[in-house]
């Protein structure tokens, strides 16, 4: 029995070792008019995706990423290499019925309304009519669009395009879901409420393939990521692999006395150099203090013409996943390496070693091998003012290999 | 109980709007739309309404059913379009959708909204009405969104209603514009053949240009990314783009038809009666055709041939040039009519007399004189008609012109039991008069009415439709929009250019005949393309062998044979083709590019 006679419908506690997609050796030329090699897009890359991950894509324009998902999506056909996705070739058709995607910008029929295409895609999977229905009417209301089913795509901002596309992309239930940039053009909530949704499809044992520039939203979803330069994947593992600093400590308490904190200070600083050690105030991260003030003004019942924020996940998207919600889950994943942060919020005192940790030095040659015009690699800066390890990451991945 | 939707104002409250089919708009249409102020409706509603009153007023005692059948085919939408018409109105006017109420009246949904205020029951919502049935088998559920969503396309971009304008202008104003001499066969001349020849020309550069857009420009602009990767076949994305093509030709066709049909009803009223009778008799209706036996004449040369050549030396003598002089000399035999002498056609229906009694016959004559002469000139013509020992044959003196068409009366007495009808023409002359075999002598028979006789003829221009659609689509599934334009617009000039090609495949030469005879050989180019230029001609003429415009504007029946041979050698033959290698491009193209790539 293959994967593809196997729809997921238990939710796994964590990802299965049953691979959704293989990638072997896949390389992809592009030819000129007359069959002369043109471009090398994607270079020999090796990946495997499990059931129940989500997998991020990272990496600059041009590196390949979109290339690697029009292959696994059949879009595009591999020059070498083997693709699986279900066990099957992307051409399968049947294989299909399993997969939910995105693409980059929206796609869709511009003259159709919001209702209009989600019926269109919902007859593409050969949906019953009640069944097409029901669904098309709780995506919209997901998606928060219900109030405006009846305007063109068209008409539509980006935002609300990228919501519709992403109600599209899952109106079959798929298994595996392919986001390329699934939070680009959205606003803070859109963007919370889209990461909510990655991880409640993960919950319910659903594969999640995952392309984005916001690195922030990748750290705050992905299970395992590659990074691609040049059409070759430089850097491939899970997040904790990949961005902890195991060599740097964090201690965050409530706010001490003046002579307390000398005393700590006087402490640390006997055993680290002065300059190594840094004290500060957390801040409030600015996504929910803007979602705080979104959800007064909704209190209030300040009308908008465009897309209000959606309501709770689809019922029928939602089966199996009820038990822990998306802050569990974070949760979870961010207190995974236990030891590192038991201490209670608020000040911050940030301690970093006087070396640079090993996956510091790969982003550094990553940036060696960056072009000219590629901004030099920061110096790995100690502990920053207020800046998570996470935030430190995001900065340092964002000069090294651009912004999109 | 009926569903509602809820639209609600920042100011003016709520409104609820029934989904599905609204009876006041059924019966009262453009009254329903002013009630309603749905404006824009109101004012279509009204103009078509007057229109269908006017159809009524004239035709009401010739073509009651034709008229009540569009009536009730206009309300019938009305009613099924209403209610999304008052909708999208309302919304148009600042409401917004807040959900579904199920309820049984319009006030009983808004009282149920006021009671619940915003805690609306999800079930509401999520529960949109059940459909109990569909006309879609689920076989087809993929092909037909795929077709649906052209069809939409052509209305939200306006294609059909600037289309529906074009085809009613050149269907109802050509005929103002275009003067006519008042007769019966100036009127078909003028509604028919100009009206439905242009129609079926715009149509078919529409249909071209619609085909090579929709499918190229879906993988341009990447939209077929997102269909590719839904489980349908690519085949079934290629179909459903041509049925969504001909779900729009099938409209605007049949509504050019039934602009025809009404027109030409409503003008024949305005003819005098000698005329209107000949509108009956002749040209409104479905005439069947009976000629002579065609004259076998090779076994004829080759014995000629074997008695002009028996114990000769035949060595160097060119036996097929011989063939062909012989054949020239014989055919001319039954070609020329001597002054004072008889030519006698016996023309056979293919059904008993009886059959017949009591319809209108004519025969339909075209001849030339041996004089050469620039125009056609008038010349006394004498025909007898009717069984050949008979002494009450009918006999027909007339003063006709050469190389014209022209259609005599006969007595439908004049027909043998069998259904054979013998004429004979005396050439009462000075000069020989030339009849050719392939069109001189015709007998015409009514086999059935003018409304059926349109529809069949209309749909063998719409296999035409459907094969510029397959060509076009084929052109577009390897090629961009601008390329596959170009391609399929040469390839239709190419078929409008038959005559052209029929001429040179004739001649042996690209050059032209005499060049070639002079040259005495078959040069280079013409090895390459004359087969070529045949072949095509060939693919062409499987296409081109139909004309129903013609047939229709003289009267002449279009038959079940004719459609079933046209759906045969147009659709399955040459459209088939033109579809597997459309298919076989689509499905192999990659349909995302390296422009895209990141």
Redesign the interface.
């Given at each position: 029995m293959t994967a593809l006679d196997t729809p997921q419908t238990e939710a796994p506690a964590t990802p299965s070792t049953e691979t959704v997609v293989a990638v072997r050796g896949l390389t992809k030329i592009?030819n000129d008019f007359w069959g002369r090699p043109?471009?090398k897009?994607v270079d020999n890359v090796d990946f495997e995706v499990r059931r129940g991950e989500v997998f991020g894509l990272l990496?600059p324009?041009?590196?390949?990423?979109?290339?690697t998902i029009?292959m696994l999506?059949?879009?595009?056909?591999p020059t070498k290499g083997h693709i699986e996705v279900f066990g099957h070739s992307p051409r399968h058709?049947?294989?299909?019925?399993r997969?939910g995607?995105l693409?980059?910008?929206s796609?869709?029929?511009r003259?159709?309304n919001s209702r209009?295409t989600l019926e269109?895609?919902g007859?593409?999977?050969?949906l019953a009519?009640?069944d097409r229905?029901?669904r098309a009417?709780?995506l919209l209301?997901m998606v928060g669009l219900?109030?405006?089913?009846?305007r063109?795509v068209g008409e539509f901002s980006k935002g609300m395009q990228r919501r519709i596309g992403l109600a599209?992309a899952l109106i079959n239930d798929p298994d595996l879901v392919i986001l390329d940039e699934p939070t680009s053009g959205l606003d803070p909530i859109g963007c919370r409420e889209v990461k909510d949704l990655i991880l409640t499809l993960a919950r319910r044992g659903k594969t999640i393939i995952l392309?984005s520039h916001l690195l922030a939203d990748v750290e705050d979803v992905c299970d395992r990521v590659v990074i691609y330069y040049g059409g070759r994947i430089h850097a491939q593992g899970t997040l904790n692999e990949l961005l902890s600093e195991r060599d740097t400590v964090r201690i965050t308490s409530p706010a001490l006395p003046r002579e307390t904190m000398q005393k700590v200070l006087a402490t640390i600083r006997a055993d680290v150099a002065a300059d190594k050690v840094t004290v500060d105030n957390p801040t409030q991260n600015l996504e929910s203090y803007f979602l705080g003030v979104v959800a007064k003004a909704r209190a209030s019942e300040e009308?908008t013409s465009g897309a209000i924020s959606g309501s709770q996940v689809a019922?029928y998207l939602r089966t199996g996943a009820e038990g822990q919600s998306s802050a569990d889950k974070l949760l979870e994943r961010f207190t995974a390496p236990a030891a590192q942060s038991e201490a209670p919020a608020h000040a911050v005192v940030a301690i970093a070693a006087p070396q640079e940790q090993a996956n510091l030095k790969k982003l550094d040659s990553l940036a060696h091998a960056a072009p000219a015009a590629a901004p030099a690699a920061p110096k790995v800066a100690v502990a920053g003012a207020g800046k998570s390890v996470e935030a430190k990451a995001d900065e340092k991945l964002s000069s090294l290999l651009g912004k999109? | 109980m009926n569903t509602y939707e809820i639209y609600q104002h920042?100011l003016r409250g709520s409104a609820a709007v029934k989904r599905g089919f609204s009876w006041p708009g059924f019966f009262f249409n453009w009254l329903w739309a002013l009630v309603k102020r749905v404006w824009i409706a109101a004012v279509v509603l009204t103009i078509v309404a007057a229109v269908i009153g006017y159809l009524l007023s004239e035709l009401h005692q010739s073509n009651l059913a034709f008229v009540v059948a569009v009536k009730l085919l206009f309300c019938a939408i009305v009613g099924f379009r209403a209610n999304a018409w008052l909708?999208?109105s309302i919304?148009a006017r600042g409401y917004?959708?807040?959900?579904?109420v199920p309820a049984r009246t319009p006030a009983e949904a808004l009282a149920k909204v006021a009671t619940v205020g915003n805690n609306r029951p999800d079930e509401w919502?999520?529960?949109?009405p059940?459909?109990w049935f569909?006309l879609v088998p689920?076989s087809a559920?993929?092909v037909?969104?795929?077709a649906?969503?052209a069809y939409?396309?052509a209305w939200?971009?306006k294609l059909i209603p600037v289309l529906t304008v074009l085809m009613l202008t050149i269907v109802v104003g050509l005929p103002l514009v275009v003067k006519t001499d008042g007769s019966a066969r100036g009127l078909t001349q003028i509604v028919i053949t100009y009206s439905l020849g242009l129609v079926t020309l715009v149509l078919g550069m529409a249909t071209l240009w619609l085909a090579c857009g929709t499918l190229a420009r879906d993988v341009e602009?990447?939209?077929m990314?997102?269909?590719?990767?839904?489980?349908?076949?690519r085949w079934q994305i290629w179909a459903g783009k041509w049925v969504g093509i001909m779900m729009l030709n099938a409209l605007l066709l049949g509504l050019a038809g039934v602009a025809v049909f009404a027109l030409i009803q409503v003008r024949a009223s305005n003819l005098p009666p000698a005329q209107q009778k000949i509108l009956r008799d002749e040209l409104l209706v479905a005439r069947g055709s009976a000629r002579e036996a065609k004259i076998e004449l090779d076994k004829d040369v080759e014995a000629i041939l074997r008695e002009k050549t028996q114990g000769q030396d035949l060595t160097g003598v060119d036996l097929n040039a011989m063939r062909k002089e012989l054949k020239e000399m014989l055919k001319a035999d039954f070609q020329i009519v001597p002054a004072a002498y008889r030519r006698r056609w016996v023309l056979d229906t293919g059904m008993p007399a009886a059959a017949l009694q009591g319809r209108p016959l004519h025969i339909r004559v075209k001849f030339n004189s041996s004089r050469l002469s620039g125009s056609p000139q008038p010349y006394q013509t004498a025909w007898e008609v009717g069984p050949a020992e008979s002494n009450t044959r009918q006999r027909i003196l007339r003063t006709l012109t050469t190389d014209t068409f022209h259609e005599i009366a006969i007595e439908s007495r004049q027909l043998s039991p069998d259904g054979k009808l013998i004429v004979d023409y005396i050439n009462a002359n000075d000069i020989p008069m030339v009849m050719v075999p392939e069109n001189c002598m015709e007998l015409l028979y009514r086999e059935g009415g003018f409304g059926l006789n349109l529809c069949r003829g209309l749909l063998i221009i719409f296999f035409w439709l459907g094969l510029l659609a397959a060509l076009g689509l084929a052109a577009a599934s390897a090629l961009s929009f601008p390329v596959a334009a170009f391609v399929a617009l040469t390839m239709l000039t190419i078929c409008l250019a038959s005559g052209t090609i029929a001429t040179v495949v004739s001649e042996g030469s690209l050059m032209g005949g005499n060049v070639a005879r002079i040259a005495g050989d078959i040069n280079l180019l013409d090895q390459i393309f004359l087969p070529i230029l045949a072949g095509l001609l060939r693919i062409v003429n499987l296409v081109l062998d139909f004309s129903p415009i013609d047939a229709l504007s003289t009267g002449r029946s279009v038959t079940w044979g004719q459609v079933g041979l046209a759906f045969t050698q147009i659709w399955l033959l040459v459209g088939g083709v033109a579809s597997a290698i459309g298919i076989t491009l689509f499905t192999r193209r990659?349909?995302?590019t390296?422009q895209?790539?990141?």
């Open positions: 592009f043109k471009a897009a990496g324009n041009g590196s390949g990423k979109s290339t029009k999506l059949g879009l595009l056909y058709v049947k294989t299909k019925a997969l995607y693409p980059e910008e796609y869709l029929y003259y159709l209009e269109f895609f007859n593409l999977f050969e009519p009640n229905r029901n009417e709780q209301e219900n109030q405006v089913r009846s063109t599209q392309s009308h019922a999109k | 920042p909708a999208a919304e917004a959708f807040r959900g579904l919502n999520q529960s949109p059940p459909i569909t689920r559920q993929q037909v969104a795929v649906g969503l939409r396309a939200r971009f602009e990447c939209q990314q997102v269909v590719a990767v839904k489980p349908v076949p990659e349909l995302a390296a895209s790539q990141q």
